[in-house]
């Protein structure tokens, strides 16, 4: 293989879930199956880089096309026919994906990136946890529900949430509820089907620390 065929795909290979064979397929389809298909991706990626950023109210993605440099706000967060008041707090975007295409939630999100991990050198600075504190300073919440993974990282996640959240405006703590799992020890709401996640928004409880 040529130089740049190993660049290509190596830097395949770091995606997730792709190996060393199925990027190698990958870059074959690419460079010598369909060709032709090659520019539309490169144009593709290139603008996803250029306009795709984060939320500045919610970490989800969002769109900056004007070039005014203005902060970008999700479709989400700027559909008023949504309940501003109810956030749902999730680990990652694909998590509020997930969420999404259930159809059982109309409400807002917050988007963490991620969950406290001392292990993995994750702790509160590396987390989207100052713009939700300063939602529910502003008393832009009425109720948090907590959707991080049933694990101990997640279950630590909410736990300091739980500990370091403000008062809202109005000097009042905040109704903080954890989603209800119908889910396996250790599994999060990325890989749960629409009727899983439908029966956890509806069973979520005070969570209670």
Known sequence: MTPAFE??????????????????????HLLVGKPERLPALVQALEEAARVVKRCVRCGNLAEQTDGSGDAPVCAICSDDRRDHSVVCVVEHVPDLMAM???????GVYHVLHGKLSPISGVGPEQLNFATLFERVRNGGARELILAPSNDIEGEATCHFLTQHLPKNEHGESVKTTRIGFGLPSGGGVLYADSVTLKSALEGRREYLF
């Open 7 to 28: 660049k290509l795909q190596k830097q395949l290979k770091q995606l997730p879930g792709l190996g060393f064979r199925s990027s190698e397929r990958i870059a074959m």
């Open 100 to 106: 999404e295409h259930s159809g059982a939630y109309r």
